[in-house]
């Protein structure tokens, strides 16, 4: 079945970086729309950012445009999400997703926590 594990969480200062990976199995990875979606405490779970199946299609939403870059790697089954000047709006569990015949899939979610 389909898995998803998402590592690379943590806490940072404002401004500073963390790189999230999603190692996935169970499907064709390389033949799949992958997204990274965030849910802070109170709030709806939201799309952060997408990528088509060969690299290309990519989407932010707007308060992380130009400052998260989504990326994957088709041949070790991973996708990633770079984010820089991070700012403590961002603070979140961050989950990765992928939509397999209709049905979504999650994984666990990492904790990202940006604080001085």
């Known amino acids: 079945q389909v898995q998803l594990v998402e590592s690379g969480g943590g806490l940072v200062q404002p401004g500073g970086s963390l790189r999230l990976s999603c190692a996935a199995s169970?499907?064709?990875?390389?033949?799949?729309?992958m997204s990274w979606y965030r849910q802070a405490p109170g709030k709806q779970r939201e799309l952060v950012a997408a990528?088509?199946?060969?690299?290309?299609?990519?989407n932010y939403a707007d308060s992380v445009k130009g400052r998260f870059t989504i990326s994957r790697d088709n041949a070790n089954n991973t996708v990633y999400l770079q984010m820089n000047s991070l700012k403590p709006e961002d603070t979140a569990v961050y989950y990765c997703?992928?939509?397999?015949?209709?049905?979504?899939?999650w994984g666990q979610g990492t904790q990202v926590t940006v604080s001085n």
């Open positions: 169970g499907f064709a990875f390389s033949l799949y729309r």
């Open positions: 997703s992928v939509r397999v015949l209709g049905v979504f899939s």
């Open positions: 990528i088509g199946s060969a690299g290309g299609g990519t």
